[in-house]
């Protein structure tokens, strides 16, 4: 049997992390940023309600936002140290099941390989991995044959056939 010749699709680590650092932490930061400039004017000119509303303001931002900037970006060092240390599964075989996402979201697209199923959205980055959907121009199809190195669920790298 002759064994099927592969192209890398997608690798965690080539995707580099900077530019996730840079994306998920630039919105955060610009509404702190922001809270801070309207908190120092609403205090110069003593205005009680608006220095309540930016405070709050503030502390959402940086409750929220920062962890969830962490998050995405700690997971995404995460799947490449996984991958750089050999630390993964492979599968590899024809993907069955397949259920695309819709080009507008509100679901995961989803396949099996050889009884192993994989979850992903290109709107859920939390994760790190591959989430390139289908109806977003992913190489994912039904019969697609596939070597997919993966932990916990993650794409890690993703090699199709030619």
């Known amino acids: 049997m002759q064994h099927p010749s592969y192209i890398v699709a997608y690798d965690v680590s080539q995707e580099g992390i900077w530019r996730y650092a840079i994306s998920n932490t630039a919105v955060p930061l610009l509404f702190v940023l922001a809270g801070i ?8 000119r ?24 962490w ?3 700690s997971q995404r060092m995460q799947c490449i140290d996984w991958l750089r240390a050999g630390d993964f599964e492979i599968v590899e075989g024809p993907v069955a099941n397949f259920k695309p996402m819709p080009y507008t979201g509100h679901s995961l697209e989803v396949f099996t ?4 199923t994989f979850r992903y959205s290109d709107y859920d980055i939390s994760q790190g991995g591959f989430n390139n959907t289908a109806s977003h121009g992913g190489p994912i199809h ?9 932990r916990q669920g993650r794409i890690l790298r993703l090699e199709i056939t030619q």
């Open 71 to 73: 998050n995405v970006v």
């Open 142 to 150: 039904e019969g697609l044959h596939v070597r997919i190195a993966h």
């Open 37 to 44: 400039a309207v908190l120092i004017y609403s205090i110069r």
């Open 113 to 116: 390989v050889n009884n192993v």
């Open 46 to 69: 003593r205005q009680r309600d608006l220095i309540g509303f930016v405070s709050l303001w503030l502390i959402v931002s940086i409750c929220v936002g920062l962890p969830g900037s």
